[in-house]
Each structure stands twice: as C-alpha cells, then as structure tokens.
C-alpha cells in the first residue's frame, strides 16, 4: 500500500470513527496547537513565547468566554519528562483546567505527545480528532501527523536521538515543521482528504497557517490579482486606494525570506488551477514572530495572530491590517484573514467538483 493510500485510509477511518457535535452557534471557540512545551530550559521551544501565550489565554479568551480547542503536539515529550514539564509550566496546566471549568476544554494528541493516550498521569482526557456539523456540513478537527505511518515519521527513533543526543548539546526542535518537503505532503495529503469528502479540516503538525488552502504567500499572491482585475474597472479614487493596498503587498511579500519559517515555502496547493478552500491550520505558539490560533463564532472563522510589539514591529506599520491592543501590555492581536463559514462550505462544494479524488491524486502521485 502506497504512503498516499495509507493516509487517504487512515483519515477516512479517523473521520468516521469520530463523534460528531453540534456547532453551536453562539459558541466561541478558539483553537492552538503546537506549544511543545518543555521543562523551562534553554532548549524549551515554548519559553519565548510562554508570556504572550499564558496573557492572551487568561486575558483574552478566558474573559470573552472562548471555548479551548488544543490541537496536538502540547508537550514535548520526545525531549522531556511528563512530571518535569508538569511542574515547570503549573500556571499553564491551571489555565487549561479554569477553561475546562467556566468555558470548555477539548485537548487533542499529536506526534510529540502520542504517549498521552495511553497513559493515567495526565490531568485532561485526551482524544484524537473533533468533528462539528455546521448547518449539514462538517469540521474536522486533528493534529496531522495521521497522514503518515510511524515508520515514515521515524517518530520513535527520532525521539530517541533528540532526547538522549541533541538536547545535551543545545540542539533546538527539529522537525517536521522545518522539513518543507514533508510539511508539504501533509497538507496536500488532509488537502486530498477534505476536498475530497467537502469537509473543512483544521490541523496543526506543519506550523504554517493555512486559511482556505493558502498559506500566507499565497494569500498575499492571491489578494494582488484579485485588486489588479479589479483596477480597471473602479474610479480613479478607488484605483488610488488598490495602488496603495497592492504596494503593501509588494513590500509584505519581499519582507518574507527563507528564514520566516512560519509563512516561507515554495510549495503550494495554490497551484492548482482551482484551490478549494478546504484546509485550514492554526499555526504554531512556538513561532519567531509571535503565534497564530484559528477563532470561530458568530457564524465566522478567523486566522489570528498575536505578537509582542517589544519584539516585532511589523504588523503597526502596515494599513493592510487592523491591530487591537491587549490593554496594559504590548501584546497586539492583528486578524488575518477571516470569513463566514457559510460562504467557505457553499464555495468547497461547488468548487470540489464530484472527481476530485481522482483528480488529485494523479496530479501528486509521486
Ligand atoms: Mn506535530
């Protein structure tokens, strides 16, 4: 059985072995994933970010009644001990069970803490996808790793190596998340899968945020020839307003270089003649410019980022976006892209056609 095959089979067998629930729709649900925290250390990936993380919970989306959707990969356990982990980080731990109390809390698995399924030392019950139905039509909630077998992830073995041999020498997180290769084929894998099934999926795994299929490059792309079909035909004032937008796309683009781990790849799904807009992923918390989450309510589902404007400045300088504050500290909250569920689902179905399966997997066998 081809690797492709297995992960066509795999989420299909997750997907319906997954119960499904109502969306409801005044809930507010916001969704991470990809924290890896660690023991508090110099390798631990979730330090830098571990203030803006833990302040935007507890000020944010515990006082605006969020609902907490955890999306796999939240303990590095492939380089760290559970109790250690436990101890270090309790204000994160007593965070997640204040949500599980007042608002809700539903914790997924992802690769680097598949050994939580199986075990009883762990506060919070652990499950491995989500799915909602939303006016007849389904979200699927999982990590991603799924679209792999154990043997391609090398998991264990790798595990093994980072934990006994890069971490004494000050070798940080190496994985999947900066492989563009494999990052690429799990999005085109759940990609195939989705539009395949017309189901709206969400995951984690890669680090890349992905909305409608489309990273941010290809979003950036995707925006400047919408407004340069739509020059020609607008007044004169509003052709000085799409210059102005698509100048500071321009310089966006420019402005993401190999080393933006988070939003660079030459590869996409936007290549497709047709994209349908049908994968979605929150990102990471671990990311150099701060961190992304996926929000849903109001019948919306919104692409976020936070950052810490002592740090990084990029997002106040640009008209593109709007930045709110996080009153009394220098977190900034920016929406990145952002639509109703609705128009997404109407737009998933018409453009997934009824061959996309075939379609698809011609294109990207290997
Ligand atoms: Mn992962």
């Given at each position: 059985m081809g690797a492709d095959t297995f992960s066509f089979r795999n989420l299909t067998d997750l997907y319906r072995a997954t119960p499904v629930t109502m969306l409801d729709p005044s809930a507010r649900i916001v969704i991470f994933s990809d924290l890896h925290v660690g023991n508090g250390s110099r390798t631990d990936d979730f330090l830098p970010n571990s203030g803006l993380f833990l302040t935007v919970l507890g000020s944010y989306y515990l006082e605006n009644r969020y609902k907490l959707i955890l999306n796999g990969d939240i303990e590095e356990l492939q380089r760290f001990r559970l109790p250690d982990i436990m101890s270090r980080w309790s204000a994160v731990y007593d965070l997640f069970a204040l949500f599980e109390r007042e608002h809700g809390f539903l914790r997924l698995v992802g690769n680097h803490d598949l050994d939580l399924l199986g075990r009883t030392d762990h506060p919070f019950r652990i499950g491995e996808a989500l799915r909602f139905s939303y006016h007849e039509n389904s979200i699927f909630v999982l990590h991603g790793h799924q679209t792999t077998t154990r043997f391609e992830r090398f998991n264990k073995l790798y595990g093994f190596g980072l934990r006994y041999f890069a971490n004494p020498l000050k070798i940080r997180n190496y994985t999947v998340a900066h492989d563009s290769r494999k990052r690429f084929r799990t999005e085109e894998r759940v990609y195939e899968f989705a539009s395949a099934n017309k189901v709206l999926s969400i995951i984690g795994h890669t680090h890349r945020p992905l909305f409608e299929s489309m990273s941010k490059v290809d979003s950036l792309k995707f925006e400047i020839e919408r407004l340069c079909r739509k020059y020609p035909k607008v007044s004169q004032k509003k052709q000085r307003q799409i210059e102005q937008k698509v100048e500071g796309y321009r310089i966006e683009l420019e402005q993401?270089?190999?080393?933006?781990h988070e939003a660079a790849s030459?590869?996409?799904?936007?290549?497709?003649?047709?994209?349908?807009?049908?994968l979605f992923n929150s990102g990471t918390v671990i990311g150099k410019r701060g961190m992304t989450c996926l929000e849903i309510g109001n019948d919306r589902i919104a692409l976020v980022h936070w950052f810490d404007e002592s740090r990084n400045r990029k997002y106040l300088r640009y008209d593109n976006y709007e930045t709110q504050q996080l009153p009394g500290t220098d977190y900034h909250r920016v929406e990145m892209k952002s639509d109703t569920l609705d128009s997404i689902f109407a737009r998933i179905k018409l453009l997934a056609g009824n061959n996309a399966t075939r379609n698809l997997s011609d294109e990207w066998s290997d």
């Open positions: 993401i270089d190999s080393a933006d030459s590869s996409s799904l936007y290549n497709a003649n047709l994209v349908v807009p049908c």
